[in-house]
């Protein structure tokens, strides 16, 4: 009896990390096959291997070379401007309306809450055609700011929700203590609810930063000249203009994003975590 | 009469009903508020609803497509007019309640102290709506009436007119054989592919978290790096990345894995049945980290005491397993799973980025891969097919609103049950 709980056990474990391994190895091989990809010499794939025989910085070096239709530099800083304000635009305008709606009991307030609740469920997809038609017509093209606002437009709505029902879950009683000692609306906002907010506030700007930054619909229809792409659009066209023959100046363009997103998101994983799980079994 | 059958008569005339009940000050900022909003939008008023009737009569000088915008714009301002005087009228009544009762009416201080007061909310509130309103609600709006329209490359501006057509996309879809085609070959795999890809994540998230969690497992923390890597790293270079390791001639998994084990190079590109196959794997691999992390969280917090008790009672660890871990995640997860579901059936991004929604597929407009948003993104840009990709987007809405509703429901049933 204890022997063969002890073997099962065993068994077990072996089968765990047999498997553990066998998804780390799926999970790292892309990525690693990209890191080499990128120090290849030459433009072809067909050589590639993981462990370059002769290394190289070519790639590296063509994305700011600065040629017209590759301007990695540009794209790389409109990404993160376009993403940065979207971020801080959505938690600005999201934390004091969900403050509005958990708080406050004005008229018209079921009705927001309504079309909050419609305008989550239609996706962003819808206003595309008008968007597309739009710009053109309008010459709205290639501005990151209308982009910018189109953004944080489209973010209000779920986050709006998400963060109402994380403030919710703030007991009432601690606003009100503050408001017998004196403290103002917007007081009450900065000193109490804002701080206790604050693993929905890092989902709010994770959703901000992320949603922006991988977008590709809406930034494809109005960004259109290569000095306005961001690195969706930019990086994509790399690829398929010339498909595979500029492959590895691509994984070179995608090793300098994804280093430093990776590495933020894993540091700053832990501030979202408690959040997401909150959020998930509130629903 | 009484007052309160008067006082709001008057002010169909905006200000004359608060004049009858004696408050002037508020009676003259209604006046004016009334007559500034006719001059201010009088013209775009006027211009946007004959637009928004007839959508131009003449070429060149009339287009279609701005005439429509203004008559939406023109719809929003009104809508914000009627609910002004919609409060001027019930402000009329209210007070007009007062005399007929007796009570003094509401003092101008008394009403500028309650403005203030109440207004906080609104304000705090009011640049989220105004955005909302520029930025998502007129362009919902715009796509919309589109679809009611015939506008497409043939009824363009400034050559020609585009002229409403009431239903006719909507039965075109269902009539026109090619177009009724496509549409069901697409909307069937988009549910496959939501079906297939929603649940492969789903379950290999789930069980990651559970293989992670047991007691005995190391290096955890190591593990749960790797596992949320997928995660960290921006999915649209992720896809880009897959997208080479797939390619039918250059591509890593033929050349290399699939090489190496002596198989044949597989199609991944070109194939309809291989690219989707490909397409599902990498939507697990992408997918599964957001569940791994959140079930994660689930299973740390389900209590010690529960499993000893199980324990102490003989159950078996898949007794254990099924009467408290999975029940446990399933509760706490359920709006969680099915925001995955929705997710991907408007994902947009895995289908377009890796080959195009191709392999394409001869007389369709749609490729083979090729999910409902994905063909209304082809059908705007590249075919210039604006009436039928709006009457699209609608439907695809209609389904959208229609499964949220119904998880809406549920997530209610499970507060009330709690």
Redesign the interface.
């Known amino acids: 009896m204890q022997t063969t709980m002890k073997t099962n056990r065993i068994l077990r474990l072996f089968f765990t990390y047999a498997f553990l391994l066998f998804v780390t190895v799926l999970i790292i091989y892309p990525l690693l096959w990209t890191v080499g990809a990128s120090f290849n010499p030459g433009n072809s794939l067909i050589s590639t291997s993981i462990i370059p025989e002769n290394p190289t910085l070519d790639h590296y070096k063509e994305l700011f070379a600065g040629k017209e239709s590759l301007q990695y530099g540009k794209w790389y800083w409109n990404s993160l401007k376009i993403s940065i304000f979207t971020m801080l635009g959505t938690m600005i305008t999201v934390s004091f309306t969900a403050f509005a709606f958990s708080r406050f009991r004005f008229k018209g307030r079921k009705n927001a809450l309504m079309l909050f609740l419609l305008l989550q469920m239609i996706p962003q997809f819808a206003a595309l055609i008008a968007l597309f038609v739009l710009a053109q017509i309008l010459g709205m093209m290639n501005s990151h700011w209308l982009l910018i606002l189109l953004y944080i437009g489209g973010q209000i709505p779920m986050n709006t929700y998400l963060m109402k029902g994380y403030m919710d879950s703030i007991p009432m009683d601690l606003d009100e203590s503050a408001k017998i000692d004196g403290a103002s609306n917007t007081r009450i906002f900065w000193q109490i609810i804002l701080p206790l907010s604050r693993p929905m506030l890092a989902v709010v700007a994770m959703n901000g930063f992320t949603g922006p930054l991988g977008d590709f619909v809406l930034s494809s229809v109005i960004l259109r000249t290569p000095d306005s792409y961001t690195l969706p659009i930019g990086l994509y066209k790399l690829v398929n203009d010339v498909m595979g023959a500029s492959y590895t100046t691509f994984a070179a363009g995608a090793i300098l994003i994804s280093i430093p997103i990776a590495i933020t998101f894993l540091l700053l994983q832990k501030q979202f975590v408690s959040g997401l799980t909150a959020g998930g079994t509130k629903g | 009469m009484q007052h309160r059958t008067i006082a709001p008569l008057l002010s169909i005339i905006p200000g004359l009903g608060q004049f009858y009940n004696k408050q002037w000050v508020k009676g003259l900022v209604f006046l004016i508020l009334a007559a500034s909003f006719f001059v201010a939008f009088g013209d775009l008023l006027n211009m946007g609803f004959w637009g928004l009737f007839t959508l131009g009569t003449q070429v060149p000088r009339d287009?279609s497509?701005?005439l429509l915008?203004e008559g939406i714009i023109a719809l929003i301002v009104s809508a914000f007019g009627l609910g002004i005087y919609y409060w001027n009228l019930k402000d009329a009544y209210h007070n007009g309640k007062l005399r007929d009762e007796n009570f003094p009416v509401t003092s101008l201080k008394s009403e500028y102290q309650n403005l203030i007061g109440?207004g906080?909310?609104?304000l705090?509130?009011g640049?989220?709506?105004f955005?909302?309103i520029?930025?998502?609600?007129?362009?919902?709006l715009?796509?919309?009436a589109?679809a009611f329209t015939n506008y497409d490359l043939y009824h363009s501006?400034p050559a020609n007119l585009a002229d409403w057509v009431g239903l006719e996309t909507f039965a075109e879809i269902f009539t026109v054989d090619i177009w009724r085609s496509t549409f069901f070959d697409v909307l069937a795999w988009t549910v496959i592919w939501t079906l297939v890809a929603s649940s492969l994540q789903v379950s290999l998230g789930v069980f990651?978290a559970i293989?992670?969690n047991?007691k005995?497992?190391r290096f955890k923390k190591f593990?749960r790096?790797?596992?949320?890597?997928?995660?960290?790293?921006?999915?649209?270079?992720?896809i880009?990345?897959?997208?080479?390791?797939f390619?039918d001639?250059?591509?890593?998994i033929n050349?290399d894995i699939l090489a190496f084990f002596g198989m044949d190079p597989i199609p991944w590109m070109t194939d309809e049945k291989w690219a989707r196959v490909a397409l599902i794997f990498m939507q697990g691999?992408l997918g599964f980290p957001y569940i791994f992390?959140?079930t994660t969280?689930?299973l740390q917090?389900i209590p010690e005491d529960l499993y000893e008790a199980a324990t102490i009672d003989g159950a078996s660890i898949f007794a254990k397993f099924k009467n408290i871990t999975m029940p446990m995640i399933l509760i706490?997860?359920?709006?969680?799973i099915i925001t995955q579901f929705t997710f991907n059936f408007?994902n947009?991004?895995i289908i377009?980025?890796f080959n195009?929604g191709g392999p394409a597929v001869a007389g369709s407009t749609a490729g083979g891969t090729d999910i409902l948003?994905s063909w209304?993104?082809k059908l705007?840009?590249q075919s210039s097919q604006?009436s039928l990709?709006?009457a699209l987007?609608i439907l695809?809405?209609i389904f959208?609103?229609g499964i949220?509703?119904w998880q809406?429901r549920r997530?209610n049933s499970?507060?009330e049950g709690a």
């Open positions: 287009n497509i701005f915008a109440q906080y909310p609104y705090i509130s640049p989220s709506l955005l909302l520029f930025a998502v609600i007129f362009p919902i715009f796509s919309f589109l501006p990651l293989v992670v047991q005995e497992v593990f790096t790797i596992l949320v890597l997928p995660w960290a790293v921006p999915g649209f270079v992720t880009l990345i897959f997208a080479g390791l390619n001639s250059f591509g890593a050349n691999w992390i959140v969280g689930v917090s706490a997860m359920a709006p969680i408007n947009f991004n377009y980025l195009g948003v209304i993104y705007t840009m604006y990709a709006a987007t695809l809405s959208v609103i949220a509703l809406f997530t499970f507060k």
